[in-house]
Every structure is written in structure tokens, then in C-alpha cells.
């Protein structure tokens, strides 16, 4: 059985249709690279994902159990902008916070809680910054926090969303190793990047998106001139470099994705 | 020479006195818990409106000679729900809905107590708190609707955090955000309006944020920077009414004044993030760099 089905799903936000008729099936311990230009429905899949955008049409079960269903466990691990880094909490209380889908109302982190914490603290070497406020950390010792907690909430699968803006390459390094560190914890994961080169050279299969599914398979197989030019249409460049294709796209900068996420964040907690 | 006890002791040897700072305590440590999460929110503005709106709600319990707690309990979830309303599809901003709300509603309240006799005093009350005039039976309304409101906000409290820190991650674990938001607004309207008769309306809002926004500038934990806050907004109240006895200054102002001062001495002093620490630090730095 996959770990991840996605059947002719609409993904949007309201009633506005963003990525149309997706299907993919994402076996265990997978590593997906969800590549795409800006506006291509990344981030529009992995907020479907994990119930913040809506599902037009379509259904999205994770080991057969519909997404929604109280046994369907997703973790999504937000882009660095979407987090308030000034909010006074320390590293093990935010990694405690992937354990309060196991407690139920009323109930404080017991003793196995926190085991569980430090365990994931441990595995990503940050155990010695729990008592840490987040806010004083380095940006690569933000995103481990961020990668303990998603493990802490023991997920069927594990959303990465653009974990490599904004990060020098030393922690993009780090973050990848990490990456296939945990593939042996046979937990799917998706992982939305601008690079094209680290996807298709670090990841088992490369899901390429804009406003629908251009294809999705090993990158030996997904990427070819053709794909290219239909993932990222205008924003990339081809040129011929000897027998192969030399493909120029744009990594810069967050995506507008960001920034309207930003912003939606904000209004739902006002409003 | 005054004796210092007894410079302490006479002004609780009268019942109001006893009554007064007994109220203001409560209202002090309430506001600064719940201003925490006002604080963290970004929910200033919308704490300030809520106060200025219950004033109608007051005015029209006056007039039909109801309940003034239950008319402006009323006028605050009313408030509440309407903001949301107005901004619901985003044709409004929210700050837009917020301001127009409680303008609106100030002017009602106005309007309202406009036709009564005894207009400008009662007016005066209700906007800058009347503690000297907390009478017994208010004094068990408070402590009641204060004990409901920390032991919520004590059951609540990982799940209002996290609503706060991360609404993301709520929402993939399936948490009732929208249902927490509203419990948080409705304790937020019962703080607001126990605080009627301590602060009034017009200063309520300074008890929600500034001695939350103090404990922030000395601790890096929420639960931590909660217990200061109402430490802060406790002794706020307490040298406040002692300022008011012995100065004869209005009480509601007395203690908002006394917070704001501890505000500025922290921001001043605060070890790490105080500008004086900044000073020192730049200076040394420029001592080792010569």
C-alpha cells in the first residue's frame, strides 16, 4: 500500500482552484523533491497536506486512511518566515508541541514526552540547546528544532517546505544529510525546492509541478528537455551543452508563496 | 516623623480601602495573565476596542436598571463577534473592522449615557474605574469571574499557546482553532469587563499589555513572563492606590502609571535587552577593539 495516494485532487484555497488534477502514489520512506517555478502549487500541496488548504476534488488517503481522519498524522515543517522567532519558548517546549496531538485536553507532557523529545533532540545533535530560546539560535539550529519536533510528532509522513531559502550551504548540507539520515525511519517525505540540481541529484523522486502534474518519477526518468521546458516555461533558460542540456532556473529569493502564506497566517490568528 | 507602619496600615484600616485594593489585586494579576497572550498575539488594539465597547452595554443595564456585569458582558461578545463579521472575507481589514466598531459603539455609549441626569460623573466612573466605590457584593463578582477566568486559561494553556506560536501546527493536529480563538475573546471580554470598576475603560488596556510586554523584556519563557506579569500588575495595583490615598490622584490613573514606570525602568535596565546593557556592551566592544 502507498504511504501517500493523491487521486485526481483540486487543491486550493476558498473556492479558487491553484494545482488541478493531481495524482501520485508515494511509497515508504520515499524522499520526494517537489520541484516547480514560483506559483507552480508547491506550497498549495504540502497546506492541502497538512489541512490548510482545501481539497476541491478528489481524494488524498495516507495508508488508506483519509486525510483528516484522526489516524492520518502529518507533519509540516513551515518555511523559516513563518515562524514568530521572538516568542518566548525554549527548544524542548516547541519540540513538545509535536507531542500534544498524543495528549488530549487537559493533559500536561508526561515523562515519556519528554523522553521522546530529547530522543529527536538528540538524533539531530541539538540536545545541548533544549533550554535554548529558539530566538537565539543559529538559522541552521532553527530548522533541526523544526525537523525534531516533526519526528516527536511520530508522522506517516513529513512535509519540508522550501527548507533550503534562506540557508547558507554548509546547513543545506547538514539538512540533506539529516535527510537520508532519516530515510531508514521509513517516514515518506516531501520536500518543495527551487534547486533543480540538488533535486535530481539528492532525491529518490522528483514530483514536477506547475498548476498541475508534469511528471513524477526517478530523476532519470522525469527529467528531460520536454518536462523542463513545461515545469518551468519561460522562467528557465536551455541551452544544448555537449551531448546533454544545460538548464538555467531561477533560485533566488522566497517565493510570493511566502508572503501570501505570511499573511494568511496572520489573519487566522486575528481573525 | 511618620511612622512607616502606620503610614502602611491606616489607609486599610477603611472598609473601602480593604474592598478597593483587594478588587484591584485580582484585576491586576487577571489582565496581566490574559495580556500575555494579548501581547503575543498582537491583540492590543482589539483588547483596547473591546473595553471602549462595553460601554453601551453599561449604559443600557443603567437605563433599564439591569445587571451593569451582564449588560456589559453582553456589549463585549457582541463586539467580538461583529469584528469578526465585518472582516470575515477580508473586504475589510481587520484593524479597519476593529476601529470602526469601537468608535461606533463609544458613541453609542455616549449617546446612551447622555440621557442621564448624573451623565458626566457616571461617565467619568466608567471610563477611569471608581475602586474606592467596589462594593461587597461587586468584590465576589470579581474574584469569581478572575478565579474563572485563570483556572481557563490554566486548562487551556498548552492549547492557547500553541494557537499563538505556531496556528499551523494546530491546525494539523486537528485542534478547534477557531473555537480556542473565540474562548480566548470571550475570557479576554470577561477580563475586560471586571476591570470596569478598578481601571474603567479607558485604561483597561494598559493592565492587559504592559505588564505582560515587562515580563517580556525579563524572561525568555511564557510561563515565566505570565507569573511576573501578574506579579507586576499586582504591585502595580498595590503602590497605585497607596499613590492615590496619600497623593489624592485618581486611582485608575495612579496604577496605570505605576506600571508604566516599571515598564520604562525595565526597558532601561533590563539585563541583556535594556538599552543601558546595549550601552555598556557597545562600549566595551570598542574598548577591546582599541
Known sequence: ?271 | MIDPLAYLLSPVSYEFMQRGLAASVIVGVVCAVIGCFVVLRGMAFLGDAMAHAILPGVAAAYLLQGDLLVGALVAAVLVALSIGYFSRDGQIKEDTAIGIVFAGSLALGVALMSTIRTYSSDLTHVLFGNVLGVGERDLWVIAGVGALVLVSVLALYKEFTLISFDPILAVTLKMPVKLLHNSLLVLLALTVVVSLQTVGVGLVVAMLITPAATGYLLVRRLAPMMMLAAAIGAISCIVGLYASFYANIASGAAIVLTCTVIFVLVYVFAPNRGVLWGLVRASRLAHTKA
Not at chain 1, 485526481?8 to 476558498?14: E, I, N, R, V, W
Not at chain 1, 510528532?153 to 513529513?158: M, R, W
Request: charged residues 20%.
Open chain 1, 1 to 271: 500500500m502507498p504511504a501517500l495516494e493523491i487521486s485526481h485532487a483540486t487543491l486550493g484555497y476558498g473556492g479558487t482552484p491553484i494545482l488541478s488534477d493531481l495524482s501520485v502514489a508515494i511509497p515508504p520512506a520515499a524522499q520526494v523533491a517537489v520541484v516547480g517555478p514560483n506559483g507552480a502549487g508547491k506550497s498549495t500541496l504540502f497546506k492541502a497536506l497538512a489541512g490548510l488548504a482545501s481539497i476541491l476534488e478528489g481524494t488524498i488517503r495516507i495508508y488508506g486512511r483519509p486525510l483528516g481522519s484522526e489516524e492520518a498524522r502529518v507533519a509540516y515543517v513551515p518555511q523559516r518566515a513563518e515562524v514568530d522567532w521572538q516568542f518566548p519558548v525554549t527548544v524542548l517546549d516547541v519540540v513538545l508541541m509535536g507531542r500534544y496531538g498524543h495528549l488530549g485536553w487537559l493533559r500536561w507532557p508526561r515523562r515519556t514526552d519528554r523522553e521522546i523529545a530529547f530522543r529527536c533532540l538528540e538524533r539531530l545533535g541539538i540536545a545541548n540547546l533544549a533550554r535554548h530560546p529558539i530566538g537565539e539560535l543559529s538559522g541552521g539550529q532553527q530548522q533541526r528544532v523544526f525537523l525534531a519536533r516533526a519526528l516527536a510528532q511520530e508522522p506517516d509522513v513529513i512535509l519540508l517546505d522550501e527548507p533550503f531559502a534562506g540557508v547558507d550551504a554548509p546547513t543545506q548540507e547538514l539538512a540533506l544529510d539529516l535527510l537520508s539520515d532519516l530515510r531508514d525511519r521509513g517516514i515518506p517525505m516531501l520536500v518543495s525546492t527551487h534547486d533543480l540540481a540538488q533535486a535530481i541529484s539528492r532525491f529518490d523522486l522528483l514530483m514536477l509541478l506547475n498548476r498541475r502534474l508534469i511528471a513524477f518519477g526517478r530523476p532519470s526518468e522525469v527529467v528531460s528537455p520536454a518536462n523542463l521546458a513545461q515545469t518551468f516555461g519561460s522562467q528557465a533558460l536551455f541551452y544544448p551543452n555537449g551531448g546533454g542540456l544545460l538548464a538555467i532556473t531561477d533560485q533566488c529569493c522566497p517565493p510570493e508563496e511566502v508572503i501570501e502564506a505570511r499573511g494568511r497566517a496572520r489573519s487566522r490568528r486575528v481573525g
